[in-house]
């Protein structure tokens, strides 16, 4: 009987529901606009995503009208990157349907559910994507009315498409005057729409911008239980600051933020790009002089900016360092503490030290380097835990040695930096972690430094300098 039911429930959708050219629809997603099936096009072979506008919408001629028009217009923008390609427009058993491209990477609301705060550096990627093409959409006229992560789709590569130009407005709902028609959407309204104003492309930017905040913080800006008091918020509320959100943020964005969500449409960014430019910009300001890379040693590019994680993201993405120490143990234990600490806590002198030449093998890759270490009759330990120093000190004080070429007085500070940044996010971590993997490289432990350098791209894959070095520990 309940095989009956299924079967019963499912011919309807096989038969009716799309054109006979679409086969095997499957509903993938369901909201007050409308319903999306995955379906088959049996012309040309391909998976599409069909939408049907709402029945009670599909009851109004105008309703109707306006649909169709949006639709075509938005079709107009399927040759720009980072926009949904449509691929037809029309109407069956007297519902309108629009035709586009499946997208099988979900969307940027399926992984705020399902992760909360992203990592910052794939978030300014999507961001990046997402700014090129409400730019475009603006520059031909069109403006897209309901910016929100559920129209941010995801193709399997992780590249986003921006979805449903101007459906908002085609069904009359880019505004709270109709209530109870943007249930889902309140959250993302720009004050000038809360109020019942016609939306322009100012009102695509402030909503890209609360999708920013979400997407970096794990929470909107205004966010209640109440859609009417969040609506409020944005017409009413001072923005609020994302570094007291998120404590793994820097200050440096709550001035982008109130711009970019200025209650006055003439007080935002011009452009969609110029407010993701000024976000890096206030990440690199973050970061400040003194972290960057300003004089990197000419083999080693310098990472300028470098984007943090959230702490909850990178907890769970945690690179292990016992490879490296393994293989590289020999030289760890070489590098000789200046000064060793006694059973009271008072500093002594090390004995004298001299010089010794340490080899290490790894894979048939042989490398020698001569350090400088204190005789003892039995192995020296390791360079001191400095419970005292911060990952952050570690990591300049290795860096320093890098600049210097000692990439073995290096290794041991770095791989303490690494160790004790772990999680932390923007962003020493990435720093770390490439100062770590670039020198094993030098040492000539090329595998050993590829998780390093993987953390470091993953941390920020807009940054080649990781992606080199990765490179080059393939080849060596």
Known sequence: MNRLGILFFRMPVDTDILPPRYRSPKRIALGGMGEVYRATDSVLGRAVAVKLLAERYSRDDAV????????????????????????????????????????????????????????????????????????????HGVVHRDVKPANLMLDRNGTIHVADFGIASAAGTDSLTMTGTVLGTAGYLSPEQAQGERATPASDRYALAVVAFELLSGRRPFVSESITAEAAAHVNAPVPSIAEISKGLPEELDAVFRQALAKDPAERFETASEFVAALRAALAEAAGATRSFAATP???????????????????SRWPALAALLALGAVGAAIAAIVLTNENGKSKAAPPAQPRTVTVTNQGSTVQTTVTAPTTTSPPPPAPASSSLSGSALNDAGFTKMQAGDYAGALPLLQQAVAKLSGVGFPNEAYANYNLGYTLLQLGSCSEAVPYLERAQQLEPHRHEPKDAIKRAERC
Request: proline share 6%.
């Open 64 to 139: 109707r009208g306006r649909f169709t028009r949006e639709a075509l217009a938005a079709a107009r923008l399927s040759g720009e990157p980072n926009i949904v390609t449509v691929f037809d427009v029309g109407e069956h058993a007297e519902r309108p349907f629009i035709v586009m491209e499946y997208l099988s990477g979900g969307s940027l609301e399926e992984r705020i559910q399902k992760d909360g705060a992203q990592e910052v550096g794939q978030s300014l990627e999507w961001l990046e994507q997402a700014a090129a093409a409400l730019d475009a959409a603006h520059r």
């Open 298 to 316: 000419p083999a080693a590019p310098p990472l300028s900016v470098l984007s943090p994680v959230t702490r909850r993201r990178a907890r769970r």
